[in-house]
């Protein structure tokens, strides 16, 4: 029901800034909640910071918090990371998620993985010391 395409990842020293976009299709953006997620190599996927579709609620990982930055402009059809003060361990593929509450009464954490339901192609971001 909606595909998902990452952009805005590249190579960047530490401490330096990324701003990774999520293009989202169709005309029901705003009806999905939104999450990021990141995958190093011989590593898990893991959670790193999540919307509600209004936009009045943010998640972040420990990891991250204070640093990085969620939003979305409902208007462009379009979800953001801002990384600030980047860290090598940084690098990853991140990922743009998103899933539809609608028609359910189950309450998304969105620190999961599992409770999304459809993923973008991921961008990767390399931090260097």
């Known amino acids: 029901q909606v595909q998902l395409v990452e952009s805005g990842g590249g190579s960047v020293q530490a401490g330096g800034s990324l701003r990774l976009s999520c293009a989202a299709s169709g005309r029901t953006f705003s009806t999905y909640h939104m999450g990021w997620f990141r995958q190093a190599p011989g590593k898990e996927r893991e959670f790193v910071a999540a919307i509600n579709r209004s936009g009045g609620t943010t998640y972040y990982s420990d990891s991250v918090k204070g640093r990085f930055t969620i939003s979305r402009d409902n208007a462009k059809n379009t979800a953001y990371l801002q990384m600030n003060s980047l860290k090598p361990e940084d690098t990853a593929v991140y990922y743009c998620?998103?899933?539809?509450?609608?028609?359910?009464?189950?309450?998304?954490?969105?620190?999961?993985?599992?409770?999304?339901?459809?993923w973008g192609q991921g961008t990767q971001v390399t931090v260097s010391s």
């Open positions: 998620a998103a899933v539809s509450p609608s028609g359910t009464s189950y309450y998304y954490t969105l620190r999961t993985a599992g409770e999304y339901h459809y």
